[in-house]
C-alpha cells in the first residue's frame, strides 16, 4: 500500500512557475516508477510525466517538454514536478501516482495509487 499526498498547486500567471510535490508513505517508495496525470474539467485525465524508481530516467508528455521536469527524492520518499513556462491549457487538478517502469512505447504503466490532487490555475 501507497498513500500519496500532493502539495504546491496555487494561482500562477502565464509565463510563471510551481513546483508540486508528492509525499509518499510506507517503506517502499523506491520500487515503484511514479507519475503526474492531471484532470481539466470536463476532460479526461491526461498522463503528463513520470520517472524511473531510481530517478535515472524519465518521460513527458509532448505539450510540456522542456517546460517542466520531474525529479524524485527516495530518502524523502517524494516526487516533485517543476513546471515552468505555464500556460493557461496547464489548468488543472494535478494528481500523483504510483505505478511501474514499462519496457515497451508506453513507458509508464500506473497502479491504483493516487493522490488527493493539487489544484493549479494559470491566468492569461
Known amino acids: 500500500q501507497v498513500q500519496l499526498v500532493e502539495s504546491g498547486g496555487g494561482l500562477v500567471q502565464a509565463g510563471g512557475s510551481l513546483r508540486l510535490s508528492c509525499a509518499a508513505s510506507?517503506?517502499?517508495?523506491?520500487?515503484?516508477?511514479m507519475g503526474w496525470f492531471r484532470q481539466a474539467p470536463g476532460k479526461e485525465r491526461e498522463f503528463v510525466a513520470a520517472?524511473?524508481?531510481?530517478?535515472?530516467?524519465?518521460y513527458y508528455v509532448d505539450s510540456v517538454k522542456g517546460r517542466f521536469t520531474i525529479s524524485r527524492d527516495n530518502a524523502k520518499n517524494t516526487v516533485y514536478l517543476q513546471m515552468g513556462s505555464l500556460e493557461p491549457e496547464d489548468t488543472a487538478v494535478y494528481l500523483c501516482n504510483a505505478g511501474r517502469r514499462r519496457v515497451d512505447s508506453m513507458w509508464y504503466q500506473p497502479y491504483n495509487y493516487w493522490g488527493q490532487g493539487t489544484q493549479v490555475t494559470v491566468s492569461s
Open positions: 520517472i524511473s524508481p531510481s530517478g535515472g530516467s524519465t
Open positions: 510506507g517503506r517502499t517508495f523506491s520500487s515503484y516508477a
